[in-house]
């Protein structure tokens, strides 16, 4: 099975190795049509402490790393 691949904008970066990343997605409701923006925050493996607040990410699906970390940067957006 291939991994997930998102992206998302770093929203926290105040943990050691770990920063937050809030990735958005576009769905359109089944019954109504509409279209929905649903919102979910990652907390993910950053090995050098290298990205900050307002930066884009692309994150990767890993083995846990903790209770919660199951994703690491893959590379930065631009």
């Known amino acids: 099975m ?3 691949i998102l992206s998302g904008i770093v929203i926290s970066n105040k943990p050691n190795k770990t920063i937050t990343v809030m990735v958005e997605r ?3 409701h089944p019954l109504l049509k509409k279209v929905i923006k649903a919102r979910k925050k990652y907390s993910v ?3 050098n402490n290298k990205f900050k607040n307002g930066d884009k990410v692309s ?3 890993c083995k846990p ?3 919660t970390k199951k994703f ?3 590379g930065e957006n631009k």
């Open 2 to 4: 291939p991994k997930k």
């Open 26 to 28: 576009k769905y359109q």
């Open 45 to 47: 493996h950053d090995e």
């Open 59 to 61: 994150i990767v699906e």
């Open 65 to 67: 790393k903790s209770k």
């Open 72 to 74: 690491e940067v893959m």
